[in-house]
C-alpha cells in the first residue's frame, strides 16, 4: 500500500510570496509498506468478476495514467492498488485464475518484498523471462479476449501488443476510460480524491522564453511537417509549453491538462478554477478550456483538421486520443516541444547551475550533521533512522532560496537496502543508521530555477576492502564517462559503456540506466535522451545544452550498494581537430557536491582520472563555498575545504 505522508512546513520565503501559493503545496514523502498476506485476493477476485461480466480472460493495469506520467497523483496509481507493488515501473497482467507483475532490474528486490500469494514476478530483462505478449499466448486460449484502458496505453504499444496476440487469435480491445476495471473495483476501497492545488505562472527570468514565442517555434516545425494540429498529452510539455506550473502531481511541478496547437489557435485544458489569475498576461491569445472537455473538443475539431494537414501526436499518444483521428492523418515522431524543452536555453542553463550550488549548501549542512552524529554516538548504531535522515535533509532543503518541493522521494538506504536501486524506506520499519556499513543517499529538489538529482554513498566509519574496492570502480566508470568527449550526432546508447566498463571487466554491472534527462523546474526524468543500454537511448542524440545523470552503480544484493550521480551538462568543445567538420561535444558538471575520500582508492585511478577528480572537488569549492561564506556557515565551509583537498598517490 501507497501512503503519502504530508507535513505543513515552514515554507520558504520565496514560496511563500508566489501568490496563492497553497500551504501544503508539495512537501510530501511517499511510504512504501508491506502489503498484508491475501491483502490483494479480494480485489482480484472483484476485478475478476468484472472481467467475466465484460466477456475478458485477461486485463493488464499499466503503470501509467492519461498522460503517461512515470511518477503519479495517488488516484492514479491503478498497478499499485491492485498488485501491492509500489514501484515505479511495471505492469500488471490479470487472468482469470493467475496473475502476474512484469517489472526490470531496478525493482526485482522490492517487488520480491511486496508481492503477496497471489501474484508471480516476471524479472524483465533476464533469461528466459517472457515478454507481456508471450505470457499471454502461453496462458490464454485462442478466442479469448485481453481488455486495457486506451487511455493508459500508447497507441503504438497498444498497436504492437495487438498484432503479437493476433498471431495467437487472441484479441486486445480497448476500453473507455470511463470503464476502467480497477477503477470499479477501487471505488469500492476508498480510492482517494483528486488533490488539484493552483496553477501558477513561471516568470520569464526562470523560464527564458515567452509563450508566445514557443507557439511561433512549434507552428513552424508543424508547418516543416506538413501538420495541421499538435496534440499535447504530457503534463510537463504542456507546462513547458505556457510557461506555467502546479503541483497536482506530488514532486512534478505538473498540472492536470491537455493542449492542442492548430495554425491560428491555441487550446489548453485545464481545471480552470485552479488558474491563477496572474497566469492571464501571459497567456493572451490561448482559449481556456475544460480539462473534461478534451476528448469531445478533439473529436468536433478533427474533420475539418484533417483537409488541411496531419495531427501531431508524438510517440506518447495514447490509444483513447489516437483512435480518435485518422490513422492515415496521425505523425507520431517525437514533437518539436519534446526536443525544444531538453534543449535548456541560456536562462534555464544558468538557473541549473545556480540551483545545484544552492543546494549543494543544504547537502553540506546534511552531511556535516550526519558526521557529527554518528562522532558523537558511542558504538556502532546512531539513534538515527533511514527515515529521520530524509527528514533532516528536506528541512535543510526547504530552508534554501527559491525552493518549491522535494523532485522525488528521497532514496535513503543503510547497507543491504542500498541494494534496492529505487528503495523507499518505511518510518515504521525501516533501518537505523550505522557506522559500519555503507550509506546511500539519492535526493534532489525542485526550485523555481532548475531541478537537482544527486546521489552519494558514504561510509561513517571505517570500510572495508570490499566496499572501497567497488566504489572506486564505480566512481572510475562515473570519471570515464564524465571526460569523455563525442561528436556531434553521438546517441546515449553509444557512449553508456564508459561508465560500465571497470565494472565489466570484473564480470560485473548494474541493472539500471546510466543517465536520464533532467527538466528546468520539471519532472526530474525527462525523455527524449538517457544514456543506457537500452535501444531507446539510440534514438535521440546528445546535444549542446541538454542536461542529463551520469549515474553508475553497483549492488551487492543483501549487502550494499554504492551510487555515484551527478547531473551534467552537454556542451560543444574545441579540440585539436574537428573531423568531417562534424564538431564535438562533452560533459561539464552541474552538480558540486564532495565524493567522499576515504572510499577512494586513489592507486587504482589513472592519471587522468585523478586529475579529473581533483579538478571536480575545485569546482565544487569554487562554486559552493562563496554561498556558506555568504550564510556565515563557517563549520559547514571547513567540511567543504576539507572534503575537497586534492588527493595524490
Not at 222 to 250: H, I, T, Y
Not at 461 to 487: C, N, S, Y
Not at 489 to 506: C, K, P, V, Y
Not at 538 to 567: C, Q, S, W
Request: proline share 4%; glycine share 8%; net charge negative.
Amino acid at each position: 500500500m501507497l501512503q503519502r505522508l504530508c507535513r505543513q512546513p515552514a515554507l520558504s520565503t520565496a514560496l511563500r510570496s508566489w501568490p496563492g501559493t497553497p500551504r501544503t503545496l508539495f512537501i510530501c514523502r511517499r511510504v512504501t509498506t508491506m502489503p498484508a498476506a491475501n491483502s490483494t485476493g479480494e480485489r482480484l477476485q472483484q476485478l475478476r468478476q468484472l472481467m467475466q461480466a465484460g466477456n475478458l480472460q485477461g486485463y493488464v493495469v499499466p503503470s501509467e495514467d492519461a498522460h503517461q506520467s512515470e511518477y503519479l497523483a495517488v488516484q492514479d496509481e491503478r498497478r499499485a492498488f491492485i498488485s501491492g507493488f509500489t514501484g515505479s515501473a511495471g505492469l500488471a497482467a490479470v487472468l482469470v485464475t493467475e496473475a502476474a507483475l512484469f517489472t526490470d532490474g531496478r525493482y526485482h528486490l522490492q517487488a520480491e518484498q511486496q508481492l503477496d500469494e497471489n501474484w508471480t514476478l516476471v524479472k524483465s530483462g533476464t533469461p528466459g523471462a517472457p515478454e507481456l505478449h508471450e505470457y499471454l499466448c502461453q496462458k490464454l486460449k485462442a478466442g479469448e479476449r485481453v481488455g486495457v484502458d486506451a487511455s493508459l496505453y500508447t497507441n503504438s504499444a497498444f498497436r504492437t501488443l495487438r498484432g503479437q496476440l493476433e498471431q495467437c487469435s487472441i484479441g486486445l480491445v480497448a476500453l473507455d476510460p470511463a470503464e476502467n476495471l480497477v477503477d470499479q473495483v477501487w471505488a469500492q476501497h476508498h480510492r482517494p480524491q483528486p488533490s488539484l492545488q493552483t496553477i501558477f505562472p513561471l516568470e520569464m527570468k526562470y523560464a527564458g522564453e515567452s509563450v508566445q514565442d514557443k507557439l511561433a517555434r512549434v507552428r513552424q516545425s508543424m508547418e516543416q511537417q506538413k501538420c495541421s494540429c499538435l496534440v499535447v498529452s504530457q503534463l510537463d510539455e504542456v507546462a513547458w509549453l505556457f510557461n506555467l506550473r502546479g503541483a497536482d502531481v506530488p514532486f512534478n511541478p505538473v498540472f492536470f491538462s491537455f493542449a492542442l496547437v492548430t495554425t491560428d489557435r491555441a487550446l489548453l485544458f485545464v481545471h480552470q478554477k485552479h488558474l491563477h489569475a496572474d497566469c492571464t498576461a501571459q497567456l493572451q491569445g490561448v482559449e481556456i478550456c475544460d480539462y473534461s472537455a478534451f476528448y469531445t473538443t478533439l473529436k468536433e475539431m478533427a474533420p475539418a483538421l484533417q483537409e488541411s494537414g496531419r495531427f501531431w501526436v508524438g510517440e506518447r499518444c495514447s490509444r483513447a486520443v489516437a483512435q480518435l483521428l485518422p490513422a492515415e492523418k496521425l505523425h507520431t515522431t517525437v514533437s518539436e516541444i519534446t526536443h525544444a524543452k531538453a534543449i535548456k536555453n541560456a536562462v534555464e542553463l544558468q538557473g541549473m547551475r545556480n540551483c545545484h550550488a544552492r543546494d549543494a549548501v543544504a547537502l553540506c549542512r546534511f552531511f556535516l550533521w550526519l558526521e557529527k552524529k554518528a562522532a558523537a554516538t558511542e558504538g556502532m548504531q546512531l539513534d538515527e533512522t533511514e527515515a529521520s535522515l530524509c527528514d533532516v535533509l528536506e528541512k535543510f532543503r526547504s530552508e534554501l532560496h527559491d525552493f518549491v518541493s522535494l523532485s522525488f522521494p528521497t532514496i535513503s538506504g543503510m547497507g543491504a537496502n542500498g541494494a534496492v536501486i529505487h528503495y523507499h524506506c518505511d518510518p515504521t520499519s525501516c533501518k537505523p543508521i550505522r557506522k559500519d556499513g555503507l550509506y546511500l543517499c539519492d535526493s534532489g529538489g525542485q526550485y523555481k530555477d532548475g531541478t537537482t538529482d544527486v546521489t552519494r554513498t558514504v561510509h561513517l566509519g571505517q570500510p572495508t576492502r570490499q566496499e572501497i574496492d567497488m566504489f572506486t570502480a564505480v566512481l572510475k566508470g562515473h570519471i570515464e564517462l564524465g571526460r569523455v568527449r563525442f561528436p556531434q550526432g553521438t546517441t546515449g546508447l553509444s557512449i553508456d559503456m564508459l561508465a560500465r566498463q571497470t565494472l565489466w571487466e570484473r564480470g560485473l554491472d548494474y541493472a539500471h540506466g546510466t543517465g536520464h534527462g533532467v527538466g528546468s523546474f520539471l519532472n526530474v526524468h525527462e525523455g527524449p535522451i538517457g544514456i543506457s543500454q537500452r535501444p531507446r537511448s539510440g534514438a535521440h542524440p546528445l546535444k549542446a545544452g541538454m542536461i542529463v545523470t551520469n549515474e553508475p552503480g553497483f549492488y551487492e544484493d543483501g549487502k550494499f550498494g554504492i551510487r555515484i550521480e551527478n547531473v551534467i551538462e552537454v556542451v560543444s568543445v574545441q579540440l585539436e581537430h574537428n573531423f568531417k567538420n562534424k564538431g564535438f561535444l562533452g560533459f561539464e558538471n552541474v552538480t558540486v557536491f564532495p565524493i567522499q575520500a576515504k572510499l577512494i582508492d586513489v592507486a587504482q585511478l589513472t592519471d587522468g582520472q585523478l586529475a579529473w577528480l581533483n579538478a571536480y572537488h575545485n569546482l565544487v569549492r569554487e562554486r559552493v563555498a562563496p554561498l556558506l561564506q555568504q550564510q556565515g556557515l563557517q563549520e559547514e565551509l571547513q567540511w567543504l575545504i576539507d572534503n575537497t583537498r586534492e588527493l595524490s598517490r
